[in-house]
């Protein structure tokens, strides 16, 4: 099994925060992390600095935060959903806002799910297990995302 | 009737020939007078003529003229001797005179005749500056009638002296033969004159009256009246050479005796033949006039509001069913009456009711326009002002009475006029039917030439085929300005909420991500570390902790709090009682350990938006949960008590602990806590959202406590002001 899950996330508190609490549940799977919108692209579509890595694997799920430098959550997603490759590709924003306008564009632009990132330290250890089991585990693929190309 | 026709046919026809009589009687009359006057006058011209060229010579004569130069005894004997000579060579044997030329008589050659005039021979004569000879007036004394002929004797053009033949031509007081002849010439009854209308006439027996402007009329026959002869014809003739007339006068009697014997005669015999045929024609007559008589009786008794007269004519020609006829309409207008009587009395109330109405609005709308702040113009069809009231002429500039018959354009900035009348003609057009009115906007003029922004109500109605016109112009300056004010007041509100909202984000975002790893890494430093510290050390890390967790949960109301106030909200119908017992049970499953008692009461529906509304009901209820912690028979009611503008009054009453009512106004502000964290924990910003909701739904809510008596929220929900459209 050569199963990721792509973290997209500036905070390193967060990261290191969301990476301890899928441990602390015994979620094993790899965790790749990048800190901005384009580098989040640049890794889906073997761009940039993953121009010679031709063996990425294609991520059980995406974690996107909405407030990220260069390029924001919501313009990752939209490209994502323009592209065929990833166009079916689980999508999960999570993200401290809970603006309506938020969820609502999330929505809109095809993010399969939303999910508020609590301040309380249990809370957001409840909500990683329940992401990491559910997208990591339970959920099926689309047959075609299986594969990078 | 009759009578009067033949009357009148035998008037015409007696007036038409008694004029023709009389028009031939006058002729005649004419004929006679101009035949007799002229042969008169001809008896005297030959006389005349052969005295006037014997004069002449004789003015010409040396003899006469050397006496009149040098009037001595020689001269005069020889004059005289001529003069005598003079007389003889004629059949009518004149008195001839010889005068100087400063009036003096110098010879006197008496006629032979023992009736000579010697006090005429003193009269002098009267010659004016002409070469021919001058005919005296006819003159009349107490002796004779008699004429001057007289000729200049001149020197060259000077004259000298004058020669004189004094011709008697009548006797006073005797008939002479010359009369007798005339008379036989023109009749008996006429009269014969001779003179001038200026100078007197006379028929050569002395002076005689004659008529006073024969020659205006000469050749015309003229009627006069003559003291004691009664009215008189006569014609007027002059004698050629001679400054006299031959009048001839009849009696008028004589000249229209045939033609008025005529009308005596007709006028009888036509009053007998009028006489006659009104006779007959009355006894024609009466067969037809009696029944009509009656007829125009009953029509008269008809007319004065007695329908109940028959006639009771019963004959079997025209007459009889005419009467008939009339009998019947009789009846039926009778029928007829009573019933337009009622009408004629409706309609006349009507017309009462509604000339005082009338009256009554007319009044109504003098007095209101008189004390209108309004202006108010009414124009008729050619556009010219024919009312306007007080205000309006303040509000224009103009003084009392000076708009009225100003085209109502004079209201209207120039260059905006047929824009202005343009848009109001569309106005009128789109709202045609009745007196349909709209308003519109537009810049309106002073008279002093300044504008102002006014708004029009316009209408129309139709008078007597005449359309007129009325606007109410309201001066709008004020809410010009105040508007602006408002839409200047709009955009900045505008502008903070956007700079809320921007502000609202960036807390949503960013504020909390710290907050977690504050709280993230306490816990994970318990977990991880929490064997390696002491006591102390785990309780600073557990208040890391829990300080960041309520500062997270402090975050999240304040969010709350900014987006019920941002929110749009959405109308729906709600009840409040099911509401009321889902976030009582949410707070049982949260705090299974508490024992709290709920009871509810039936409500009316409430209109608002469900999402906003059930927070208020959870930050109550919550409320009213936290604050009975220590009551052992808690118990939380929900309710109705009144109405307060129309709107039901909820309740949520709880029998806690209550609080100080002093400090009531407090309860809704923002972080405002009336207990100690510690006792009671909380952020005080559930009931700042709370009001927010309400005040938001144009609703109520306070607040009546006592300490330790618990407290009871009231509230009400306005009429919710949003579009319909946005209604699920």
Known sequence: MNDVMLLVEDNVDDQELTIRALRKNNVTTEVVTVNDGVEALDFLFGTGKYESQPNRPVPRVVLLDLKLPRLGGIDVLRRLRADPRTKWLPVVIFTSSREDQDIIDGYRFGATSYVRKPVLYTEFLEAVKELGLYWLMRNERAPHAKNGD | ?728
């Open chain 2, 1 to 728: 009737m009759i009578a009067a026709l033949l009357a009148a046919v035998i008037a015409i026809f007696a007036v038409a020939v008694f004029s023709e009589m009389r028009r031939q009687a006058e002729d005649q009359a004419a004929d006679r007078a101009r035949s007799a006057s002229l042969q008169i006058a001809q008896l005297f011209d030959n006389g005349i003529r052969l005295q006037i060229s014997q004069v002449n010579a004789a003015a010409a004569d040396p003899v006469l003229r050397a006496a009149t130069a040098q009037p001595t005894a020689r001269t005069l004997a020889a004059a005289r001797a001529r003069l005598i000579e003079l007389q003889r060579s004629s059949p009518i044997r004149d008195e001839i005179q010889l005068w100087s030329a400063d009036g003096e008589q110098l010879l006197n050659v008496a006629a032979p005749d023992s009736t000579a005039v010697p006090h005429a021979a003193r009269v002098r004569p009267n010659m004016g500056d002409g070469d021919s000879v001058s005919m005296s007036p006819m003159n009349v004394d107490s002796v004779a009638v008699w004429f001057d002929a007289t000729a200049a004797v001149k020197d060259g053009e000077r004259h000298q002296g004058y020669i004189v033949r004094r011709r008697r031509v009548g006797v006073t007081q005797s008939s002479g033969s010359a009369v007798q002849t005339i008379n036989r010439l023109i009749g008996i009854e006429a009269r014969f004159l001779l003179g001038h209308p200026e100078t007197g006439w006379t028929d050569l027996l002395g002076p005689a009256a004659g008529p006073t402007n024969a020659t205006a009329t000469t050749g015309v026959v003229h009627t006069y009246a003559v003291d004691g002869k009664g009215r008189q014809v006569g014609h007027a003739e002059p004698i050629a050479l001679t400054p006299w007339y031959v009048w001839v006068e009849f009696p008028h009697a004589r000249v229209y005796g045939r033609s008025m014997d005529f009308l005596r005669r007709i006028t009888i015999v036509g009053v007998g033949i009028a006489l006659f045929g009104a006779l007959v024609g009355w006894r024609i007559s009466r067969h037809i006039t009696l029944p009509l008589g009656a007829l125009t009786k009953a029509a008269t008794k008809m007319s004065a509001g007695d329908y109940e007269h028959s006639l009771g004519v019963e004959r079997r020609d025209e007459l009889g069913s005419l009467a008939a006829a009339f009998d019947r309409m009789a009846a039926s207008v009778e029928e007829a009456r009573a019933g337009l009587e009622e009408q004629v009395e409706q309609r006349t109330r009507e017309l009462q009711a509604t000339n005082e109405r009338l009256s009554g609005s007319e009044q109504q709308f003098r007095s209101l326009a008189s004390s209108s702040g309004a202006a108010i113009v009414t124009a008729d069809a050619n556009g010219k002002i024919n009312f306007v009231n007080a205000a309006g002429e303040q509000m224009f500039g103009y003084a009392s009475g000076e708009l009225i018959g100003q085209p109502i354009a004079t209201l209207m900035p120039p260059d905006d006029r047929a824009t202005i009348e343009e848009r109001t003609g569309r106005m009128m057009i789109s709202g045609e039917s009745g007196s349909h009115e709209r308003t519109m906007e537009f810049t309106a003029q002073r008279k002093d030439g300044s504008e102002f922004p006014v708004e029009l109500s316009l209408a129309s109605w139709v008078v007597g085929g005449k359309r007129l016109t009325g606007g109410v112009i309201r001066d709008i300056s004020e809410r010009k300005t105040m508007q602006a004010a408002l839409e200047q007041r709009a955009r900045s509100l505008e502008d903070a909420n956007k700079e809320l909202a921007a502000f609202s984000y960036s807390v949503s975002h960013d504020l909390r991500a710290p907050l977690r790893g504050l709280q993230g890494f306490s816990e994970a430093l318990l977990e991880d570390y929490g064997d390696k510290l002491d006591e102390r050390g785990l309780d600073y890390l557990h208040r890391v902790s829990d300080a960041a967790g309520r500062m997270g949960q402090l975050i999240d109301e304040l969010l709350e709090l900014s987006r019920v106030s941002r929110t749009e909200l959405r109308r729906q119908r709600i009840e409040l009682a099911p509401l009321v017992m889902r976030h009582f049970e949410e707070m049982q499953r949260l705090d299974p350990d508490r024992k709290v008692a709920i009871r509810t009461h039936p409500v009316p529906p409430a209109i608002g938006d469900e999402r906003l509304i059930s927070l208020v009901i959870q930050n109550l209820i919550e409320n009213a949960w936290k604050f009975t912690r220590q009551q052992p028979n808690a118990l939380i009611e929900f309710g109705t008590d009144g109405s307060r503008d129309g709107f039901p009054v909820y309740y949520i009453r709880d029998n806690g602990a209550g609080f100080d009512p002093q400090y009531s106004e407090k309860l809704f502000g923002a972080f405002e806590r009336l207990h100690a964290e510690s006792e009671f924990p909380g952020t005080g910003v559930g009931l700042a959202i709370v009001q927010r909701i309400i005040q938001r739904h144009g609703g109520e809510i306070w607040a009546d406590a006592a300490l330790g008596q618990g407290a009871t929220f009231h509230f009400t929900l306005g009429r919710l002001n949003v579009p319909a459209s946005i209604e699920s």
